[in-house]
């Protein structure tokens, strides 16, 4: 007899390196990596309102502004609008938009009542410079490895990769295995045993604990 510790040595020192093969990234769940993956851009790419609200310049409300005349709206999925006077003024904007120039700090609709053109925050609420913003870059630069090869394929890997436009991933290849079960007294699963037999069920535990 020999010890587990010796058992599993004997079978590590048999490991073999199968190569690796590309594979759209919908087939490369439970994959093992073959290569980094690195952010494409910063992430966020761009200074990334997190809440529906008003976007306003800090300063403004730090010198006493309470009411900001509404100059328009910043939906998401748009280039960032420029407008010539800010002074004093909000606009409306969404989860998600870029934030543009003029404005740094991000009110929740919660936080604010709307009529004629103008946007109040309302009394007593806490104000930050910055607020409800995910400023570009703070997750990772462009360059950035984000996931080191050898890493198993897992959900939150499979956004990551999606995320700096892997389509195609470089994966390690699966080994081929071959199952054999023997034994007289075994049934396949679809027959009914005599009464002095079995049905096998090893060769589907294996089966099953060997899949991707």
Known sequence: MISVAEAEQIILS????????????????????????????????YNRV???????????WETGTATFRILGIQPAGLAPQTWTDTTNGCIEIMTGAAMPEGFDT????????????????APQRPIT??????????????GATLVRAGKRMTPAVAAIAASVGKSCLLVKNNPRVVML????????VLETPEPYEIRKSNNYMVAAALHP
């Open 181 to 188: 079960t023997t034994g007289s007294e075994l049934r396949d």
């Open 50 to 60: 997190t809440m529906d609200g008003i976007a306003i310049n800090y300063r403004d």
């Open 129 to 142: 410079q910055g607020q409800n913003i995910h400023l570009q870059g703070t997750d990772k630069s462009a």
């Open 14 to 45: 048999e490991k073999r390196d199968f190569g690796t093969e590309e594979v759209p990234l919908r087939l490369a769940f439970n994959r093992q990596l073959a290569e980094d993956l690195v952010a494409d851009r910063d992430l966020p790419p």
């Open 106 to 121: 991000v009110v929740r609709y919660e936080d604010i009542t709307m009529d004629n053109g103008r946007a109040t925050i």
